[in-house]
Nanobody, 122 residues
Framework: QGQLVESGGDSVQSGGSLRLSCAAS????????LGWFRQAPGKERERVAC???????RYANSVKGRFTISRDNGKRAFYLQMNSLKPEDTAMYYC????????????????WGQGTQVTVSS
């Protein structure tokens, strides 16, 4: 059974940076669209960023210019570089893998990690 494991969550000051990592085991990532999602208490889960197999990316408006998603198929991992963090970025962050079309076509993702907490203080 495939598994995704996030790491890199932490507590930082406003304006700081974090890099989240998602490592896959049990299957290759190369044929999947990949995404980062977040959910804050009392709020719906939102997609933060995604990347397809061609390297095309999409970002939520709230993180454009601050967050960067990348993938390394050889390492079976993908990443979310988060700069200029704001208190409103505080949430549990989840990585996910989905079928072709999941990123550009907003399809559902099949595989999910357990989440890593990001807390940004002002």
């Amino acid at each position: 059974q495939g598994q995704l494991v996030e790491s890199g969550g932490d507590s930082v000051q406003s304006g700081g940076s974090l890099r989240l990592s998602c490592a896959a085991s049990g299957y290759a990532l190369s044929s999947y669209n990949l995404g980062w999602f977040r959910q804050a208490p009392g709020k719906e889960r939102e997609r933060v960023a995604c990347i397809n197999t061609q390297g095309d990316t999409r970002y939520a408006n709230s993180v454009k210019g601050r967050f960067t998603i990348s993938r390394d198929n050889g390492k079976r991992a993908f990443y979310l570089q988060m700069n200029s963090l704001k208190p409103e970025d505080t949430a549990m962050y989840y990585c996910a893998a989905g079928p072709l079309g999941a990123c550009l076509g907003n399809l559902d993702y099949n595989y999910w990690g357990q989440g890593t907490q990001v807390t940004v203080s002002s």
